[in-house]
């Protein structure tokens, strides 16, 4: 009985240890996208000067706004998800290595977008990588589904599904956007700001219905 104690307390620690560390990454990957909106430099600079440069900043501007709240949608995620457990197993571990991997990636994707945005390879290559980062995201809800021993106690695999369904949400995200940004560079930015929380909405919706009818 004390043994079993012991191992429970054990994967407790190792379990927070993995959530603190993984908090701490996505806390200098959202932090470091500000660097990218950067203080234009003018030499005896007007009024309508530094406005015109501020104004020139609009894509540095929506590219650290949707990358914050893209990353901030997978750590509520990820913070819900590491809740609903009791222990870490090597799988699950891996995995959210490699999600980390994409979240700590992201400021870079961030740049390109805010720097080349009307060019289809700038766009593309970000929401492509939004793609990678709702694939992995996705892959690290599925390990915990195929380890149900992983959860808390009154936690059911059935308590996942909902939460399983709900992350195609960003896929669909960036599925949606990346094909827009094939037409124009204006449509992708539509749907990363504006159109975002409508296709969360329907997804959500989506997912609410099958929940019900299961």
């Known amino acids: ?28 990957a959202m932090t470091l996208l500000v660097v990218e909106v950067k203080l234009p ?48 197993n090597r799988r699950l571990t891996t995995v959210n290595l490699l999600l980390l991997l994409a979240v700590a990636f992201m400021p870079f994707p961030t740049a390109v977008i805010s720097e080349y945005v009307q060019l289809r390879v700038g ?29 808390d106690d009154g936690v059911s695999v059935k308590d996942m599904r909902p939460i399983l369904r709900r992350s195609w949400i960003s896929i669909a995200i960036g599925v949606c956007a990346f094909a827009a ?4 560079w204006v449509a992708a930015l539509v749907v990363l700001t504006i159109g975002s929380p409508i296709i969360a909405t329907l997804v959500g919706r989506r997912a609410a219905r099958q929940d019900a009818t299961a």
Do not use: C, K
């Not at 990358?67 to 609903?84: D, K, P, T």
């Not at 940004?181 to 124009?184: C, D, L, R, W, Y």
């Open 1 to 28: 009985m004390i043994a079993g104690s012991h191992d429970t307390g054990r994967d407790r620690q190792q379990l927070e240890r993995l959530t603190f560390f993984s908090d701490a990454v996505f806390a200098i």
């Open 123 to 151: 766009i593309g290559f970000y929401t492509g990588w939004l793609i990678v980062l709702g694939l992995v995201n996705r892959q690290l809800i599925h390990s915990i589904v195929a380890s149900p021993e992983l959860l």
């Open 41 to 88: 430099h003018l030499h005896h600079a007007t009024g309508p000067e530094l406005g015109q440069a501020l104004w020139s900043l609009l894509p540095n501007y929506i590219g650290f706004l949707v990358s914050f709240l893209v990353l901030g949608r997978f750590w509520l995620v990820h913070h819900e998800v590491m809740g609903l457990l009791r222990a870490a």
């Open 181 to 184: 940004g094939m037409v124009t």
